[in-house]
């Protein structure tokens, strides 16, 4: 009978100190990324991996530089599309298309 409550006793306490550690909370679960944050993003991620790159030796200040300048190329024809319609928002077509130079770009990139 002594054990039998020892056990329950274990058990509540167990299940307190199980319920007292807080839960971790999803990070960005309701957050929905339009195709626009996503070009951004890739953007970003390409002069970052670019400088990476640099920095590991597989570029050449030269090659990172006319890299860097594609990439501002395709950022800058982003801007041009967002004020030739005027709607802040880009069409399927001129996300595809900037998306496709992006890949082309990434293509250009030596792995070494």
């Known amino acids: 009978m002594v054990r039998k409550k020892w056990v329950l006793a274990l058990t509540l ?48 200040k030269a090659q990172a530089k006319a890299l860097k300048a594609q990439v501002e190329a395709i950022r800058q024809q982003e801007i041009s599309d967002l004020k030739q319609d005027g709607t802040k928002a880009l069409t399927d077509a001129q996300i595809a298309t900037l998306n496709q130079q992006l890949n082309t770009l990434s293509k250009s990139i030596p792995l070494k």
């Open 13 to 60: 306490v167990q299940g307190m100190a199980f319920a007292a550690v807080p839960q971790p909370t999803p990070v960005n679960t309701h957050i929905q990324l339009t195709p626009m944050d996503k070009l951004t993003i890739r953007l970003r991620q390409q002069n970052i991996q670019i400088g990476r790159d640099l920095k590991a030796g597989k570029l050449t």
